[in-house]
């Protein structure tokens, strides 16, 4: 998954980005980012089992490599991580498509 986002990445990004759009893309992205981050982090907090369970699998990884630093490669073979990554996201999606009591 993380190679296929790269070669994606590489293809898209093949032509020069307009200054004017690099600080909204910056921005844009940051933010983005830093609140799936944030919202995945807090989740993992209040759910003790799914971050064990995640520690193992990458323990289980970095086992195998020796301890040495995860790879593009490495993160491809953990279907746990790339999980706990998406679900976040598919929460806030759906929350804010929520009606809100009144």
């Known amino acids: 998954m993380i190679s296929q986002i790269r070669s994606e990445f590489l293809r898209i990004s093949a032509g020069p980005i307009p200054d004017s759009e690099c600080s909204t893309l910056l921005l844009a992205g940051h933010e983005t980012t830093s609140n799936a981050t944030s919202f995945m982090l807090w989740e993992l907090a209040k759910h003790q089992d799914v971050q064990a369970r995640l520690r193992r699998e990458i ?41 809100v009591p009144s």
Not at 63 to 88: C, F, H, I, W
């Open 59 to 99: 323990g289980s990884v970095r086992a195998v490599n020796g301890g040495a630093s995860l790879t593009a490669e490495d993160l491809d073979r953990m279907p746990y991580l790339q999980a706990v990554v998406k679900v976040p996201k598919s929460l806030i999606g759906t929350s804010r498509s929520l009606p």
